[in-house]
């Protein structure tokens, strides 16, 4: 099983990032899909989650609005929109694939700073 992040990077307050997440050795239709963050110092948070069925979403407070997530069955990936990046969004965002069990991928670096 591995999940595998891309995208992550340095960028301006107010820029955009869209980090995407391959995923091998399972069958990743089946799995809800989600983004957590951490933060130095601080717990892992949910960012986003996607939905295997029907593909609804939800999303937390603090990015509600801003960023999207996305994922393609077809590709087995999953998406991670990110607009009008803040400071406080600055963590280690981790792709996570969740059913009879979480698998986690190894984090992609995002860092916002002018």
């Known amino acids: 099983v591995q999940l595998v992040e891309s995208g992550g990077g340095l960028v301006q307050p107010g820029g955009s990032l869209r980090l995407s997440c391959v995923a091998s050795g399972f069958t990743f239709s089946n799995y809800d899909m989600g983004w957590f963050r951490q933060a130095p110092g601080k717990e892992r948070e949910l960012v986003a989650r996607?939905?295997?069925?029907?593909?609804?979403?939800n999303y937390a407070g603090s990015v509600k609005g801003r960023f999207t997530i996305s994922r393609d069955n077809a590709k087995n990936t999953v998406y991670l929109q990110m607009n009008s990046l803040k400071l406080e969004d600055t963590a280690v965002y981790y792709c996570?694939?969740?059913?009879?069990?979480?698998?986690w991928g190894q984090g992609t670096q995002v860092t916002v700073s002018s």
């Open positions: 996607i939905f295997n069925a029907g593909g609804s979403t």
């Open positions: 996570n694939a969740h059913w009879e069990r979480d698998y």
